[in-house]
């Protein structure tokens, strides 16, 4: 009998999950479909079931559930799905004719707006057939739990060649699933484990009063995340409550043109995509029907940001993230001071405390394991933002699904509660791509943000 621990970090996802505020994460890829499909021109299921069953071996968790501890004395594990049935996790759709772009973000918004079932690992793909140009889309689902966008991007590059002709994988062992920890002794198990925990607190106290440095440095840090959360930024009009369902738009850039602006103006590429971001989100509130008076100063990002170093790749799942919260100048006309002011702040801040003050707090969270779910979820609603922006590096090189070249590809983060917009940006070959959620009912307009993104990197070209 054997489970895998869940660290602190990818509990939170689990803990502040609801019915109607999912926390999985996604993409939308599109395929050159030929390859994809069989001798009478239909997608060939079979062969991509056999093909991701082939590669689940280099991706353990992809065939693992989780499994809560009795009385939830405890985080969750992980333990092998005895039942693991690969025609769940890999599913066919179509899409109706003329299988347009307006009809492949629908479908993508419906798919996403529904959460995974925790009973069956939490991960599930989409192949759509009908897409215009005789490609074969893509929708991936996968649980925040499981990790971090850089992880997922590691996921699916377990899942992909970088060539279109590559060796045949090597055959496998079957696979056997391990029977799953006994709940009693899951429990025993939780209990000694906080034992432990609760002795590195008291060492760490000891420890304190020989040199209190390190704890004053943590307090410190904890103090500054505390006092920025209690300055809540003004509402945005899609701060509010969320519903069940979602629109998502995309948009794409050349990254040619994201690094002549990078190198123009001594800037990173996040920065660039967070001024383009402020820029649109101008002109985006301004041209709405009920546009204010006046924009605010500016709008709050929290922006995610990765602790791995470069050597933590390949099968390394999990979430090794913390966060700045960066103000999005929208009140300032000119583009190429709102990258001046991002730059500024971002070069301040990821260095800062805050990012460490952020990451304590989660932390801390996790000691008290009945408390523990009901107290992230209050923090998770306090930390004081109108938006989240997150921007993934992707493979800078083509890649292949069983000979299928990846044309485009767009991620997916979910909203938040009283949060009801993110931007995600992924890069990938030649090109950045965006894909922008929305809540449903309040974001009816979501398309033009995402005409707006484009629009604005050309301002910033030109700036």
């Not at 103006?265 to 402020?278: G, K, Q």
């Not at 894909?435 to 449903?440: A, L, Q, S």
């Amino acid at each position: 009998m054997a489970h895998d621990a869940m660290t602190a970090a990818d509990a939170v996802f689990l803990r502040i999950e609801t019915l109607h505020e999912p926390q999985h994460v996604g993409s939308l890829s599109l395929f050159a479909g030929d390859a994809l499909r069989n001798d009478t021109g239909a997608i060939d299921l079979d062969a991509l079931r056999a093909h991701v069953g082939r590669r689940l071996d280099r991706v353990p968790r992809l065939r693992q559930r989780v499994m809560e501890v009795p009385f939830g004395q405890g985080r969750p594990v992980w333990v092998d799905d005895v039942g693991f049935d690969i025609e769940y996790h890999v599913r066919l759709t179509s899409l109706p004719r003329p299988g347009g772009n307006d009809q492949l973000l629908d479908l993508m918004s419906r798919v996403q707006a529904i959460a995974l079932d925790r009973a069956r690992p939490l991960w599930e793909m989409w192949f759509v057939d009908g897409v215009a140009d005789d490609r074969v889309g893509l929708i991936i689902k996968t649980h925040h739990a499981l990790g971090d966008g850089i992880a997922n991007v590691d996921l699916a590059m377990a899942l992909v060649d970088l060539e279109p002709d590559p060796a045949p994988d090597v055959p496998a062992d079957p696979w056997q699933p391990r029977s799953a920890t006994a709940p009693r002794d899951l429990l025993t198990a939780s209990m000694a484990d906080q034992a432990r925990r609760s002795f590195s607190i008291a060492r760490a106290a000891a420890d304190a009063v020989r040199d209190p440095r390190p704890l004053i440095g943590t307090a410190t840090s904890i103090v500054r995340t505390v006092r920025d959360f209690v300055v809540k930024p003004a509402p945005a009009p899609w701060n509010r409550d969320v519903g069940a369902q979602r629109r998502w738009v995309s948009a794409r850039v050349p990254l040619e043109t994201v690094r002549t602006i990078r190198e123009g103006h001594d800037a990173t590429i996040n920065d660039v995509v967070l001024a383009a971001c402020s820029g649109a989100l101008r002109r985006f509130l301004s041209e709405r029907v009920d546009a204010p008076p006046s924009l605010p100063a500016s709008l709050k990002a929290m922006v995610p940001v990765s602790l791995r170093s470069d050597d933590e790749h390949g099968d390394t799942l999990g979430n090794r993230i913390s966060l700045i919260l960066v103000d999005l100048p929208i009140s300032e006309p000119d583009p190429a001071v709102r990258l001046e002011r991002v730059h500024t702040q971002t070069s301040e801040l990821k260095g800062s405390v805050m990012v460490d003050g952020a990451q304590t707090i989660l932390e801390l969270a996790d000691t008290i394991p009945r408390l523990a779910p009901m107290v992230t979820r209050f923090v998770s609603r306090q930390i004081p933002m109108n938006l989240v922006v997150t921007n993934v590096p992707g493979p800078p090189i083509p890649l292949y699904l069983r000979g299928a070249p990846l044309v485009e590809t767009y991620p997916y983060v979910e909203v938040l509660d009283n949060e009801g917009l993110t931007i995600a940006v992924v890069s990938y070959a030649d090109t950045l791509f965006f894909g922008i959620t929305g809540d449903r009912d309040v974001m009816h307009d979501i398309a033009d943000l995402a005409t707006a993104i484009a629009v604005e990197f050309d301002e910033l070209a030109a700036s």
